[in-house]
């Protein structure tokens, strides 16, 4: 079963809409491959697997690069997210519609998974992972205009020093985790050994002193709900 020797680049093949006959005919052996028995099923997902890696691992390098992400710790990522990614794709593969690279289509799940992952590995190093670009990219993108953006960035210094000073270590790991990783709360309370319940109560009592800080510090109105 030949394949295009770039099929392990999610980009081209999209053209208002539509492909070229190669990738058609691409997709439609990926598939077939995907939806048959066998040892064509079974060598179309080692294939399919094979591609996930690679995209996995580049994608994990780059989103992971403050972690230092490398080694065993980098290969561990990559291959769980491109696990995750074949089985998520071999479930859904009869809604690809063909409009496009079937790789890109599948480049959308394993870069997601990835995320997921590298996000979980940011707040399960322990601090708080919020770096200097973060809070820039954030300011720039509240607000347009230069004044706006003046005023953005000392908002988003006030809540910077209300995490750093006024809530618990706990609070701090919590609120990343969620609210800024946008981690599931199960899955939170699970590597917390704690429970839902806990978790929204220490996200209710972080959501608390936040706003009750950036009250008294004029940003926020009493009034406001």
């Known amino acids: 079963m030949a394949l295009a020797e770039d099929e392990d680049r999610p980009s081209g093949g999209v053209t208002r809409g539509k492909v070229d006959e190669q990738v058609a005919e691409d997709n439609a052996m990926w598939v077939r491959g995907l939806t048959a028995g066998g040892a064509e099923y079974e060598e179309t997902v080692a294939r399919l697997y094979r591609v996930l890696v690679k995209i996995a691992y580049s994608d994990a390098k780059r989103k992971g690069s403050r972690l230092h992400l ?28 063909g ?27 322990g601090a708080v992972s919020i770096d200097e ?8 993108d ?5 004044e706006a953006r003046a005023e953005s960035r000392d908002l988003i210094e006030a809540v910077k020093r209300v995490i750093r000073d006024d809530l618990t270590d706990r609070q701090q790991r919590t609120f990343d ?3 800024v990783r946008g981690l599931p709360i199960r899955e939170v309370a699970e ?11 220490t996200m209710f009592d972080a959501r608390r002193k936040l706003r009750q800080a950036l009250i008294e510090a004029g940003y926020l109105d009493d009034h406001c709900a």
């Open 191 to 201: 590597d917390l050994g704690s429970n839902p319940n806990a978790v929204y109560k």
């Open 142 to 146: 509240l607000a347009e205009a230069p």
């Open 70 to 97: 490398s080694g065993p710790e980098l290969d561990d990522i990559a291959h769980q997210a491109a696990a995750d990614a074949t089985v998520t794709i071999c479930r859904k593969v009869t809604t690809f519609r």
């Open 99 to 125: 409009d496009c690279r079937f790789t890109t289509w599948a480049y959308r799940f394993v870069t997601f998974d990835v995320s997921s992952k590298v996000n979980r590995h940011f707040w399960q190093r």
């Open 133 to 140: 670009n973060d809070w820039a990219l954030l300011a720039s």
């Open 177 to 179: 985790a969620v609210a």
